[in-house]
């Protein structure tokens, strides 16, 4: 590629610059060369050329390689945790899917930001959440499908579910009233109900309502 600045006379004792660029085509070494024929002259001048191209890659990483989520209850979501793709290449990598697989594939879900093309060194994210249906071990596979050498890139994913437990706690767990007398009513004591379990707590009275995990509930008992 040429670029000049010698588009017009250049007078005894001044200079002008012919600037070269290499842009090449094809991979390998190669060689050109610089012509330049001023007038009253025949004889051109030259200047050897050479180059050497290289092919571009496409070459990307994923990590972590494994995901591994804490103990889940049934029927709840985790935290995310987050895969990253990158870009080791020369050349553009594009992701063309991210699937789960496995076992239990239908325990975990993904999102992820990989729908544009990567420049290299350029980077996409993919979040994992796991919410398992049933108690126990649970594993499957995260594919990264792309355009890289060596796709599609494999994330492992382990996770384990417990049940959902019932259990709740009474604060006090008696209550003494003083003296009455009858046909009036006493100050309020409270009763205070802790869900200490890991699923909502229903109690059942004339308007029903549901405690979240490690809430409490003040029971208002008149006598």
């Not at 600045?5 to 094809?26: D, E, H, I, L, Y």
């Not at 060689?31 to 050329?49: E, H, N, R």
């Not at 993919?126 to 792309?146: H, N, R, Y």
């Not at 579910?161 to 008696?174: F, K, Q």
Request: charged share 5%.
């Amino acid at each position: 590629m040429l670029f000049r600045s010698c588009t017009r006379s250049v007078s005894a004792g001044k200079t002008c610059t012919v600037s070269v660029a290499f842009a090449p085509t094809v991979a390998g070494t190669i060689p050109g060369t610089l012509s330049i024929v001023s007038t009253g002259s025949t004889t051109a001048k030259t200047v050897a050329l050479s180059g050497t191209a290289v092919a571009g890659t496409v070459t990307g990483s994923v990590t972590p390689s494994s995901l591994t989520f804490a103990s889940t209850t049934v029927g709840a979501t985790s935290a995310a945790q987050t895969v990253t793709v990158r870009n080791t290449g020369t050349l553009s990598l594009t992701v063309s899917s991210v699937t789960l697989s496995g076992t239990n594939a239908a325990a975990f879900a993904q999102t992820n930001t990989c729908t544009k093309a990567l420049a290299s060194n350029a980077t996409c994210t993919v979040s994992v959440t796991f919410k398992p249906t049933v108690s126990g071990a649970a594993t499957a596979t995260l594919s990264i499908a792309s355009n890289a050498t060596g796709s599609p890139f494999s994330v492992a994913l382990s996770g384990t579910a417990v049940a959902a437990t019932t259990s709740y706690t009474l604060t006090p767990t008696a209550l003494t009233f003083a003296s009455q007398s009858v046909g009036t009513t006493s100050v309020v004591q409270n009763v205070v109900v802790k869900n200490t379990g890991t699923t909502s707590l229903t109690r059942s009275e004339e308007h029903t309502s549901e405690l979240q995990p490690l809430a409490y509930l003040v029971c208002r008992l008149l006598l």
